[in-house]
């Protein structure tokens, strides 16, 4: 089982920073095989990016991911208000399809 | 409009039986796989596994494999998670949501499970 590992646990910050989240993986994924979410308290989560670094539908480009060998990172650039929320990253290379433990991005 | 539509909040007993539903519209239901999220109160995200509609083929989570069941009907465009007998370790929100293995693009909005006696 592939086991993603998220840092920090909870990332404080004031609107307009940036906020970089990190991701990495127990091992190498074929074709980019991963995703970030955002979650909000009381709502299903939300795709932003998949592939690696491809923007979901409707997703703005302040959000952005990455990829360096086992370790991924989402970029906001500049966070807005509504982007406080929990973020997680998730691996669909290999069954079972995991999930990171999340990072909270939390107004400082 | 893509819509996942779940089935609405259940309060069961330990060893009580439970089927869940999650009915997609406003797609070809054939098309994507979808599968099963849990979240316990509080914390993150388990996936459970998924099913191709077209054909059941399922792939459960070792987590999972043998707790639940996943099941399809693809004539009225809805998947199934269903358990024997509940635990109150099953105690969660779990959603459905729609795999173009590219993520989960679209996804219900959640069926609360409470198990206690």
């Known amino acids: 089982e592939i086991v993603l590992t998220q840092s920090p646990g909870t990332l404080s910050l004031s609107p307009g920073e940036r906020a970089t989240l990190s991701c990495r993986a127990s091992?190498?994924?074929?074709?980019?095989?991963l995703a970030w979410y955002q979650q909000k308290p009381g709502q299903a989560p939300r795709l932003l990016i998949y592939g690696a670094s491809r923007r979901a539908t409707g997703i703005p480009d302040r959000f952005s991911g990455s990829e360096s060998g086992t370790d991924f990172t989402l970029t906001i650039s500049r966070l807005e208000p509504e982007d406080f929320a929990v973020y997680y990253c998730q691996q669909y290379d290999d069954s079972p399809w995991t999930f990171g433990q999340g990072t909270r991005v939390e107004i400082k | 409009e893509v819509q996942l539509v779940q089935s609405g909040a259940e309060v069961k007993k330990p060893g009580e039986s439970l089927k869940i539903s999650c009915k997609a519209s406003g797609y070809s239901f054939s098309t994507y796989w979808i599968g099963w999220v849990r979240q316990v109160p509080g914390r993150g995200l388990e996936w459970m596994g998924v099913i191709n509609p077209t054909d059941s083929d399922t792939k459960y989570s070792p987590s999972f494999h043998g707790q639940v069941t996943i099941s399809a009907d693809k004539s009225i465009s809805t998947i199934y998670l269903q358990w024997n007998s509940l635990k109150a370790s099953d105690t969660a929100m779990y959603f459905c949501?729609?795999?173009?293995?590219?993520?989960?693009?679209?996804w219900g909005q959640g069926t609360l499970v409470i198990v206690s006696s």
């Open positions: 949501a729609r795999t173009p293995v590219a993520g989960f693009d679209y």
């Open positions: 091992q190498s994924l074929s074709s980019s095989y």
